[in-house]
Structures are given as C-alpha cells and as structure tokens.
C-alpha cells in the first residue's frame, strides 16, 4: 500500500522516476489528473493529515507558476473527499479553501502592472477561480440530491458570479468577491469554472424539478461562447428530460438528439390518455371519463352501503367490469384481472368488501 501510494505521489508532483527498459521520464500532464482523484478515492473519508500535506495548494509564487491551475483544482477536489466531514455549505468555507497568498495577490490587482506582474496577476487568478470551482464541486459531491437550501443558494450565487464576470447580466450575485478577474485571464477559464458550479448546482438539486436552477440553464444555453459558437459544458446537467403522469402518456426527450437540437427551443406536447381530463379541468382526477364511468356503472362508493354487487349488473343492458375496462385499455392483463378478481356475482359482504378493493385497483391501474 506504501509503495502504491508512493507512486501515485511522485505521480502528482513529477519526480522522475526512469523505466528500466527506456529511462522515460514521467509525463505529469498526463499522469497527474488520475493520481490525484485515485489518492482522494483511495483515502475517502480518513480525514488523513498526511495526504492533507502532500496534496496542498500551492502557497508560494513558484509553485503557482509550476502547477497547473486545473491540476490545483483537482487537488481542491480530492483533499475534500479526504476530509469529507469538514465541507460545509457556507461561504466562509469556500473562501477558507483559498490560501492568503492567492487571496491577497487578488486583493492586490490594478489595472496598471508590468510584463512580470502580469504574468503574477494571472497565476493568481488563474489559481483563485479554479479553488473556487474545486469547492463549489466539492460542494456538490457533498450535498448530491439533498436539495440542500443553503448549498443551493451559494452555489447559485457562485454561478452568478462568474457569469457576471464572463458577460455582465441583469442578475445580482449576493456576495462581496472580487471583480474584474476576466481581465487578466483568457474567457476559456472562467467558462469552465462557471459550468462545472453549474452542474455542481444540479447535482445538488437533482429530481427537485427547482424553478431557478431551470432558468439559469436555460439562460445558458442560449450563450454563445467567444468564438461565436455554443459551449456544450453545462449541458450534461440537462441531458435528459422526462415527462410522465397517470393522465397523460410518458414521454421521454433526449437532450442533444438530433431530433431535438441544442441551440433551438421547443415545447413539448404531452398526449393525454383516451378519457381523462387536464389538471386544470379536473384537479384531483375525478371528472375524467373513466372516472364517471367507473363510479356510475360500478357504483364503487356504494359497494360497502349496499351490501351487494347484482344490482347494477343485470338486466339486459348491463356493462361488465372488463367490457368497461377494454374500451379504455387493451392490457391483456387488466382485462383478465377485471374478469377473475371483479366478478359481480359475489353475495357476501366480504367478497364486496374485496371486490370494491379489487375495482379501486383496476381503476388506478387503467387510469
């Protein structure tokens, strides 16, 4: 296990380490974005100090300048899975993720700086978006599916930000972080930053159908990116859409089908089911036509009152249970369930008490 870990350290940081065969050394472009996600998986939840120390953020302007941004990022990311108990959602722990070096280099920005400086200045901020990006996904991680209320707030606020700072929009972000950082780095890095809090922002909130979390995609979607072309990025968090209910037939829409492009808007026509009625004509599902029929053929509140299922069943004219149910579906299933389990020749109380069961039972499954 030592030796494991070893390698996939000196993976991280690019310590040579020569094949016997060739000598090649360690291409940490490569190698490092996978050993840096296997020593967070690998020490998952063991709040591990000493992983802690060897996948810290850089703290001095050398470092910033020989890691990767994204690689920081990814960094952020596996030391939270480390110490998972302490991601909270709050600002104070987003902003505690920033070390004060990068902090104060942000704080310290001009629109007058030298060659040097500038070069400074965009390792700063390339670092502070990318720790911001590397929490909020923490945060997502942490708070999947929960619709956590303050997780949800924070998160969108961060998406605001960014989004403000990319293209300025009519929205306001509530929170006090520094403006003016797309001016140092190029478009590229915050757009990223802002899609991957975005999918943050929908894992988060992911089943809860969130009213605000459908605008902010849908607004981003219709960005264009610099280059005059649609950036794709955030769209894994609307890959698909599904429509369904007991009164209309589900649907099912694939986002991204070259049925149902990208870059167009469309609204979904829904089929409703043969005899129901919409939820504004009917809101609690009893005016629909299987509905009246099933209570005024079968009488399925007067089952227990009467005492007796013959009444409304003979005569000439009489409609049987699967005659009634075959009109409205053609399950083989259903039809045979109405012939055996609601046979209107029961006499006995207890077979009426089963028979209204079984009756309250087909009409949920037919409707």
């Given at each position: 296990?030592?030796?494991?870990?070893?390698?996939?350290?000196q993976?991280?940081?690019?310590?040579?380490?020569h094949?016997?065969?060739?000598?090649?050394?360690?291409n940490?472009d490569?190698?490092?974005?996978?050993?840096?996600?296997?020593?967070?998986?690998?020490?998952?939840?063991?709040?591990?100090?000493?992983?802690?120390?060897?996948?810290?953020?850089?703290?001095t302007h050398?470092?910033?300048?020989?890691?990767?941004?994204?690689?920081?990022?990814?960094?952020?990311?596996?030391?939270?899975?480390?110490?998972?108990?302490r991601?909270?959602?709050?600002?104070?722990?987003?902003?505690?993720?920033?070390?004060?070096?990068?902090?104060?280099?942000?704080?310290?920005?001009?629109?007058?700086?030298?060659?040097?400086?500038e070069?400074?200045?965009?390792?700063?901020?390339?670092?502070?978006?990318h720790?911001v990006a590397?929490a909020?996904?923490?945060?997502?991680?942490g708070?999947?599916?929960?619709?956590?209320?303050?997780?949800?707030?924070?998160?969108?606020d961060?998406a605001?930000?960014?989004?403000?700072e990319?293209?300025?929009?009519?929205?306001?972000?509530?929170?006090?972080?520094?403006?003016?950082?797309s001016?140092?780095?190029?478009?590229?890095?915050?757009?990223t930053?802002?899609?991957?809090?975005?999918?943050?922002?929908?894992?988060?909130?992911?089943?809860?159908?969130?009213?605000q979390?459908?605008?902010?995609?849908?607004?981003?979607?219709?960005?264009?990116?610099?280059?005059?072309?649609?950036?794709?990025?955030?769209?894994?968090a609307?890959?698909r859409v599904?429509?369904?209910?007991?009164?209309?037939?589900?649907?099912?829409?694939?986002?991204?089908?070259?049925e149902y492009?990208?870059?167009?808007?469309?609204?979904?026509?829904?089929?409703?089911?043969?005899?129901?009625?919409?939820?504004?004509?009917?809101?609690?599902?009893?005016?629909?036509l299987?509905?009246?029929a099933?209570?005024k053929?079968?009488?399925?509140?007067?089952?227990?009152?009467?005492?007796?299922?013959?009444?409304?069943?003979?005569?000439?004219?009489?409609?049987?249970?699967?005659?009634?149910?075959?009109?409205?579906?053609?399950?083989?299933?259903?039809?045979?369930?109405?012939?055996?389990?609601?046979?209107?020749?029961w006499?006995?109380?207890s077979d009426?008490?089963?028979?209204?069961f079984?009756?309250?039972?087909?009409?949920?499954?037919?409707?």
């Amino acid at each position: 296990m030592d030796t494991l870990v070893g390698r996939l350290c000196q993976y991280v940081h690019g310590r040579e380490i020569h094949n016997v065969m060739d000598g090649t050394p360690i291409n940490v472009d490569v190698t490092a974005p996978g050993a840096i996600i296997a020593l967070g998986l690998i020490f998952l939840k063991t709040e591990s100090e000493v992983m802690m120390s060897r996948l810290s953020i850089p703290h001095t302007h050398f470092d910033l300048q020989y890691v990767r941004p994204d690689f920081i990022m990814l960094r952020v990311i596996a030391l939270n899975l480390i110490m998972w108990s302490r991601v909270h959602s709050s600002n104070d722990w987003i902003q505690s993720q920033i070390p004060e070096i990068i902090k104060n280099g942000v704080k310290g920005l001009s629109d007058e700086v030298g060659d040097d400086d500038e070069m400074d200045a965009e390792a700063f901020v390339q670092a502070y978006v990318h720790i911001v990006a590397g929490a909020c996904i923490s945060l997502g991680l942490g708070f999947s599916g929960t619709k956590n209320g303050n997780a949800q707030e924070l998160l969108y606020d961060y998406a605001i930000y960014f989004l403000n700072e990319i293209k300025a929009v009519n929205i306001a972000s509530g929170n006090n972080l520094p403006k003016g950082l797309s001016r140092y780095v190029d478009r590229g890095s915050p757009e990223t930053c802002l899609h991957l809090i975005v999918l943050s922002l929908s894992v988060v909130m992911a089943g809860s159908g969130h009213l605000q979390t459908f605008r902010l995609l849908r607004f981003l979607r219709n960005q264009t990116s610099s280059d005059g072309h649609a950036n794709y990025g955030f769209q894994m968090a609307l890959k698909r859409v599904r429509v369904c209910g007991p009164r209309y037939w589900p649907q099912v829409i694939e986002i991204g089908h070259e049925e149902y492009p990208l870059q167009f808007r469309y609204a979904v026509y829904q089929a409703r089911k043969v005899g129901a009625c919409s939820y504004v004509d009917g809101p609690i599902g009893c005016q629909s036509l299987l509905s009246r029929a099933m209570h005024k053929v079968f009488g399925l509140t007067s089952l227990r009152s009467s005492g007796s299922c013959s009444t409304y069943q003979s005569g000439p004219g009489s409609v049987t249970v699967d005659q009634l149910v075959s009109t409205f579906s053609s399950d083989p299933s259903l039809i045979a369930f109405a012939q055996l389990c609601c046979d209107p020749s029961w006499n006995g109380q207890s077979d009426a008490d089963f028979q209204e069961f079984c009756l309250q039972v087909l009409f949920e499954c037919v409707s």
